[in-house]
């Protein structure tokens, strides 16, 4: 209000009393309007640039700083994060390896074990086959062996009964000169 | 002593005293068969070497075995033997005897075992077979050996000729055997 006080003086200096308008004056402002409202916007304009502008220029420098220096924080948390993310997954990649590795050494080991244990088992089914059929071949030949033992002693025993009884006079005198006859044919 | 040595003894012994008493060849003859005798009989060989039996009572079998089928010089001899307690060694010291009083006439004992007694003739063709084979004047001392069951055989000194069925049967049971 203190600040119109002048320009609401000056209308009134200015304002005579006239005739009604018409035409375009309908759409112009009165000439003391006009210088009325100049010197009101000069006296704005200047309290505006002198005080306003650089409280609101510090303002927004401030503030384009922080968002500036936020944006470099959110930039180094990005590479940051980025970097993290890289090592995360370089790790996760790592031990996905690992585990493969893990699981195919496991794996093979088993593949192996299995390779050797079933190798093993059909190395003793040899053995134990062989074993058998050598026992089984030992024992026949034994049997064998004692079967011909026995028949040979039974053979014999009754080849001595029956050339017991069966050789007479006659007899041992032939085999008196048979033996003499086989004495002629040595020599000293 | 050695046994051997022992043997050699009283044998050397035996055949001196036949020799005084001229009566080598028989009384080498009659130690020979009275020797297979003495191998071949158990209750024999157990009377005259069993040492809880009196020399007396073994005297008694010996007369009652030999007195009427050979000499009286034999007879005291194989008592001598017996009566020393040698009886063991009686087959060897008469082999001995026989062997000596063999060589004393230039000759070499052949012991000869049949499962039969051998006539006279047969044992002079058996000699001369003998002696051919053998290349010595052996002079044959008959065994009868019914283990033989049939056939001949000789020893003479280390040299062995078999002939018998026993032997042909013993060589077949080795030859089954080894089959």
Redo the contacts between chains.
């Keep these: 209000m203190h600040l119109l006080a002048p320009i609401r003086l000056l209308a009134q200096v200015t304002e005579e009393p006239t005739t009604e308008p018409s035409g375009i004056d309908l759409l112009l402002p009165a000439s003391s309007e006009l210088i009325a409202g100049l010197i009101a916007f000069a006296i704005i304009f200047v309290f505006v640039w002198k005080w306003v502008l650089p409280v609101v220029d510090k303002r927004l420098a401030a503030r384009q700083e922080a968002i500036t220096s936020q944006l470099t924080a959110a930039e180094a948390t990005k590479l940051e994060a980025e970097s993290l993310l890289a090592d995360y997954k370089q790790q996760v990649a790592r031990a996905r390896d690992d585990a493969n590795r893990i699981v195919d050494e496991a794996r093979q080991a088993a593949d192996a074990l299995r390779t050797d244990s079933v190798s093993k088992a059909d190395a003793e089914a040899v053995e134990i086959v062989r074993k058998a059929r050598e026992e089984a071949a030992g024992e026949r030949q034994r049997a064998a062996g004692a079967i ?2 026995e ?3 039974l ?2 025993a009754v ?2 009964k029956a ?2 009884g069966a ?1 007479d ?1 006659k ?3 032939k ?2 000169e ?3 006859a ?3 044919a ?3 | 002593m050695p046994a051997d040595d022992r043997i050699d003894g009283y044998a050397a012994a035996i055949l001196e005293v036949a020799r005084a008493e001229e009566q080598l060849e028989r009384v080498g003859d009659e130690l020979f068969r009275i020797a297979r005798a003495f191998e071949a009989s158990n209750p024999l060989r157990e009377a005259l070497t069993d040492p809880r039996i009196p020399v007396e009572r073994k005297m008694g079998v010996i007369d009652d075995l030999l007195g009427t089928k050979t000499s009286p010089l034999t007879v005291n001899l194989v008592g001598f033997v017996v009566s020393a307690g040698r009886a063991s060694d009686l087959p060897a010291i008469a082999d001995r005897v026989a062997e000596r009083a063999a060589n004393a006439r230039d000759k070499a004992v052949a012991e000869v075992r049949t499962a039969v007694e051998l006539d006279e003739a047969t044992i002079a063709r058996l000699t001369t077979a003998l002696n051919k084979a053998t290349g010595k004047d052996v002079e044959v001392k008959v065994v009868v050996d019914p283990t033989v069951i049939g056939g001949v055989v000789a020893r003479v000194g280390d040299l062995v000729i078999d002939g018998t069925v026993s032997h042909r049967l013993e060589q077949l049971r080795e030859t089954l055997n080894q089959r």
């Design positions: 011909r033992d028949v040979a002693a053979s014999l080849a001595e050339m017991a050789v006079a007899a041992h005198q085999l008196v048979q033996y003499i086989e004495l002629g040595l020599r000293p």
